[in-house]
């Protein structure tokens, strides 16, 4: 079944500093990938999403992430973090089946900023 | 403007009283679907309608129910909730367009904010 893996529970990082987040996939053809950000009490909302093509993708802001195959991992950058992007990061794919079916998210990445 | 509006925000009910949580939207989207995230968990989807089709997933305990009567709304029904069913629970929606990659067309989930269930 198609899955996603996010190894860090809790990240901090400094304000201004450079961001990654890692994700790991499992899927048995090419992925379709997304990350979504969650602030506290909040919905998801969606930063990025890989479907095909240029394996680097731009998202909202100057997010960004790139699929790597050979890696089966498709992580999340951003140059320099601001106070206000403390929220949980979830890693997502497209269920197996496709159509409706939805996603299936990873267990989150908790982002921690500190001054 | 909201696009997937979900009502209330926040909801408390009692051990084994039955409890409705609703969801709105304004995108005529036509799948519409009920995650369950619990704390510091990631969001767990519960079921989904494409269309009128509903579509349950294995795991999803026979004490949650589903209703869409239309387009724009879809109904999370816990008939008999226990302390177990706390969670924030999501709607989303997104548009799936017949004949394309079927993949392909599922390419942006819109969520609601959410509604926070407690349960005492």
């Known amino acids: 079944a198609q899955s996603v893996t996010q190894p860090d529970i809790h990240i901090t990082v400094s304000e201004g500093a450079s961001l990654e987040l890692r994700c790991n996939y499992s899927?048995?053809?090419?992925?379709?990938l997304f990350w979504y950000v969650q602030s506290p009490g909040q919905g998801l909302q969606l930063l990025l999403k890989?479907?095909?093509?240029?394996?680097l993708v731009q998202g909202i802001e100057d997010f960004e992430a790139e699929c790597k195959t050979s890696q089966s991992s498709f992580n999340l950058r951003r140059p320099s973090v601001h106070w206000s992007d403390a929220a949980e990061y979830f890693c997502a794919v497209v269920r197996g089946g496709g159509g409706a079916d939805g996603l299936t998210f990873g267990k989150g990445t908790h982002l921690i900023i500190q001054p | 403007d909201a696009m997937v509006i979900q009502n209330p925000r926040y909801q408390v009910t009692q051990f084994g009283k039955p409890v409705t949580l609703s969801c709105s939207q304004t995108l005529n989207h036509n799948v519409m679907y009920w995650y369950q995230q619990k704390s510091s968990q990631a969001p767990k989807l519960l079921f989904h309608?494409?269309?009128?089709?509903?579509?349950n997933e294995a795991d999803t305990p026979d004490n949650f129910q589903s209703r869409r009567p239309n387009t724009s709304f879809c109904f999370l029904d816990i008939r008999s909730p226990g302390l177990g069913d706390a969670a924030m629970y999501l709607c989303a929606t997104s548009k799936l367009v017949p004949g394309r990659v079927r993949v392909g067309t599922n390419e942006k989930l819109f969520f609601g904010s959410g509604t926070q269930l407690s349960v005492l």
């Open positions: 899927y048995g053809a090419t992925p379709y």
């Open positions: 890989y479907f095909s093509g240029d394996t």
């Open positions: 309608y494409y269309d009128k089709d509903f579509n």
